[in-house]
């Protein structure tokens, strides 16, 4: 299978490790110089740029988080005047505000390399068409995939998420051979085919780069006997780049290769912060080393992972990252929305009277995912009139809707019946098993 | 001159009708009526028992939500049209009937229909009017 950029992918460790020290020194300065906030962590924790003298010593530097990006809303951790900044794209703003992240041409550049990598490590090149189900928008997908296909000389077509049926008749007519999409609506599309009569071992797929919500390895299971065709997963946050920074190679579809000239991957503790050797399980930091416009210094993604420096057969010798196991806080993600059951509960409080118990149960039927809110009734909210509480429910419903922008099913319970462990109820139920 | 309905949210799971009229057993409570409107997950239980008080304490302690509604409970003769004369003169004044449901009078052949409507007020003084006779909560312990 070619490498796209074999020059750097196949790098030896040392070769790659100088490169990264003096990206790091750089972006360090960088930021050091242009971004309040950073100047500020590091000014906090006494050190200055010229600290940063081995690889190690970035484990000095105070770490980043969502809320820092938050207060930051929109443009104040740019790096670069907006006049050097060619693209905004923003992530889902659940609660409250989005993340804003900039662009200058040559971050858009380095992306649609990275992309293109990541194509190239499924198996796609020049003369592959590419059906690309990312959403186009301000959601990092569609777009990253986009510029990562034309870098790579392949024809997208640039089908979006949705109208589903239109999609399919598309993958028939045109002969795609690389699917793109988040795995949940990726399969619900298989279902959607199915219904039309539609196999997909008379389509002509080779390979599915599927991401934007974690998968397991069931889901490849379901995903590649249904789709014929090799799955693989990428990762990637906004606040890094996007999608592309990191991927499995269709040779061993395991764990995914980071792209360490680009970003210097660390797994930390959650709790005390402390960095974790190789093949332990932690959360996943990322510090950009090439970003012009949104650099990130040791930004903490939430995500369970862990580190594999073992050789790969591909050949690339970029560090794998297990597939993400799950979020250090609890928050959701439910059809590619985050969702906290704080948010839930704020939208119950308004609706009722007394303070609510509630159950979140989280599951997937026909390849979708469900959120079924559960909520207690106490005396302060029955009545006897069941149309009234139906009402409410579809209240609830309807506000959960307008304020996380995800379809839930609202159902009464009776009282005392929400699982509690120790005296506190238990929040969520997920059923999808990640 | 009402009548006091006590209601319980119960969710549609097998045996749990049941139960409920096994707690009510164990604290001597006797059921008049009982009516049940559901819907594919949840349903309320509406009940009119001989002692509301015991009813709702031990249904509490079983950990049930329980509410009391006023109702207006009517006697109807035995008789073809018995029903259509309390409806009728409701009715043509605009008062509706929200949901209704009915017992046996132990003590001869008539029927008690138990009613909500949306405003009792009104249903009164009109049943009133028509002499109807309304049936209170001690009449129906009493029964
Ligand atoms: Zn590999």
New interface residues.
């Given amino acids: 299978m070619p490498i796209f950029d074999i020059d750097f992918e196949t790098m030896p460790r040392e070769g790659l490790e100088a490169i990264q020290l003096r990206r790091l020194q750089t972006t360090i300065a960088r930021v050091y110089a242009t971004v309040p906030f950073y100047r500020q962590q590091f000014d906090n924790a006494g050190i200055t740029p010229k600290d940063i003298q081995s690889l190690k010593d970035l484990q000095h530097i105070p770490f980043t988080v969502k809320q820092d990006l938050r207060d930051n809303y929109p443009y104040g951790m740019f790096a670069v005047p907006m006049e050097q900044v060619v693209r905004i794209h923003a992530s889902s703003g659940t609660t409250g505000q989005p993340t804003v992240v900039g662009y200058t041409r040559r971050d858009v550049d380095t992306w649609a390399n990275l992309m293109a990598r990541s194509l190239a490590a499924a198996g796609a090149g020049a003369g592959d068409i590419i059906h690309n189900a990312f959403g186009y928008g301000l959601f990092t997908g569609g777009l990253g995939a986009h510029y990562g296909a034309e870098r790579l000389g392949a024809s997208v077509i640039p089908v979006s998420g949705g109208n589903t049926k239109r999609q399919i008749t598309i993958m028939k007519d045109f002969k795609p051979t690389i699917l793109c999409g988040t795995p949940s609506y990726i399969l619900h599309l298989a279902e959607v085919a199915d219904d039309m009569g539609v196999d997909f071992k008379d389509l002509f797929f080779k390979s599915g780069i599927f991401g934007a919500e974690p998968w397991t390895e069931n889901m490849r299971q379901e995903l590649e006997s249904k789709l014929h065709l090799k799955a693989v997963d990428i990762y990637g946050l906004s606040e890094i780049i996007g999608p592309g920074v990191s991927i499995e190679c269709k040779e061993e579809q395991n764990g995914l290769h980071v792209f360490e000239d680009h970003f210097i991957v660390e797994i930390i503790d959650p709790e005390t912060g402390e960095v974790l050797p190789y093949g332990e399980s932690g959360e996943l930091v990322f510090t950009s080393l090439t970003k012009e416009a949104f650099p990130v210094i040791r930004y903490r993604t939430r995500d369970i992972s862990s580190l594999n420096p073992t050789p790969c057969a591909c050949g690339r010798t970029f560090v794998r990252m297990t597939k993400p196991a799950g979020r250090t806080d609890d928050m959701l993600i439910i059809r590619g929305v985050n969702v906290f059951p704080s948010q839930i509960e704020s939208v119950l409080m308004e609706n009722q009277t007394i303070r609510p118990h509630y159950q979140l149960e989280v599951d997937r039927k026909g390849n979708l995912d469900t959120l079924t809110v559960k909520v207690e009734i106490n005396e302060g909210v029955f009545s006897d009139d069941i149309k009234s509480l139906q009402t409410m429910e579809n209240k609830i419903a309807h506000d959960i809707k307008e304020m996380l922008g995800v379809t839930a099913k609202v159902r009464l319970v009776e009282p005392k019946t929400i699982q509690r462990s120790q005296g506190k109820a238990v929040r969520v139920i997920d059923k999808r098993n990640f | 001159m009402l009548a006091e309905?006590i209601?319980i949210?119960?969710?549609n799971k097998e045996g749990r009708l049941a139960e409920v009229t096994a707690i009510l057993r164990d604290a001597d409570v006797n059921i008049r009526a009982l009516s049940l409107?559901?819907?594919t997950?949840?349903?309320?239980l509406?009940l009119i028992v001989n002692d509301n008080e015991k009813a709702e304490q031990a249904l509490r302690k079983e950990?049930?939500?329980?509410?009391r509604?006023k109702v207006l409970a009517v006697e109807v003769s035995d008789e073809p049209g018995g029903l259509n004369k309390v409806l009728d003169p409701l009715w043509m004044q605009n008062v509706n009937v929200?949901y209704m449901y009915a017992f046996a009078n132990p003590q001869c052949k008539n029927a008690i229909m138990v009613f909500?409507f949306d405003d009792h007020d009104k249903a009164l003084e009109i049943l009133e009017k028509h002499q109807i006779k309304v049936i209170t909560t001690e009449d129906i312990s009493r029964l």
């Fill in positions: 309905q209601s949210f119960i969710e409107a559901d819907t997950d949840f349903g309320v509406r950990g049930f939500t329980v509410g509604t929200e909500r």
